[in-house]
């Protein structure tokens, strides 16, 4: 594995250190042909990406994550601390892989179309729009199920 990052991983990174705005901004240089709520991901000539152990460690964490919450949240009942909380729990494994990323630079680029959701999905939870934040997170989720080899990788209905 090459230890190269991508023009994308160093939007990224230079975004967690920026917060929202840093973001935004990462968003709009790394992913300017992707319009709001489509997550388009290309497969590797037909065939799910092969990731590493780094982003299997952090992916399985959010989705647990996520998989814990999202009964309070389609009812409506998680607390805005307890959002707050998902957040920075979702955020962690984000800054994690994004640290540890040594993916390959074709795999990376798509590996970070999902971060760049996920990303959006943490700052509408940071901001109370729970059910938003929470759905973006969800369908990113699924997005990176449909595209890269996971092990027991179940997507969210």
Request: with cysteine; hydrophobic share 45%; proline share 2%.
């Amino acid at each position: 594995m090459r230890t190269v990052k991508s023009f994308t991983t160093v939007a990224v990174a230079l975004a967690l250190a920026l917060g929202s705005a840093g973001i935004a901004a990462a968003q709009s240089q790394g992913h300017d042909s992707h319009g709001a709520g489509a997550i388009e991901i290309t497969l590797n000539d037909g065939a799910k990406w092969q990731g590493d152990q780094n982003m299997i460690t952090g992916m399985t964490a959010i989705h647990g994550t996520m998989a814990a919450n999202l009964t309070a949240i389609h009812n409506g009942t998680l607390p805005a601390d307890a959002a707050n909380g998902v957040a920075a729990d979702v955020q962690k494994q984000v800054d994690f892989m994004v640290e540890n990323c040594v993916l390959e630079p074709e795999v990376d680029e798509q590996f970070h179309i999902v971060l760049g959701e996920v990303m959006t999905g943490i700052s509408a939870l940071e901001a109370g729009e729970v059910e938003t934040g929470a759905v973006t997170i969800v369908q990113a989720l699924n997005a990176y199920g449909e595209h890269f080899e996971h092990p027991g990788w179940q997507n969210f209905n």
